[in-house]
């Protein structure tokens, strides 16, 4: 199984609390969303750690694979890592942990349902 990391965004604590509550609601079938007050790996990797893991998921290789986004975008972290700090100390760093495959349906249905 492939995975994808990706950082998407700043968003105020509250907002993602809620979106987190919204999506144990409604769930996504292949992402989880991680949040956190510092952009650094070990915070990420943390964050990974204390997800309950998804039938089939293999935690080894989700770290790897947030580690591997670590190695190859220093520029993209660094710019998150500004955003963070402009936004203050109320806000949080998001990012997405997908199955590859599971995310690539998600994406082609909305695709499909918006054509």
Known sequence: MKYSFEIVGV????????????????????????????CTLDAFIESVESLP????????????????????NAEQIGHWKQRLRDAGTQNLLV???ADLDALRAEFELLLKNNF
């Open 53 to 72: 893991m998804r039938r089939g998921w293999h935690l080894d290789q989700v770290v790897d694979t947030v580690i591997n986004f670590w190695l190859n």
């Open 95 to 97: 990012a997405r942990v």
């Open 11 to 38: 968003s105020p604590v509250l907002s993602f609390f809620s979106h987190q509550q919204e999506i144990q609601a409604h769930p996504h079938p292949g992402a989880e969303y991680l949040g956190t007050y510092q």
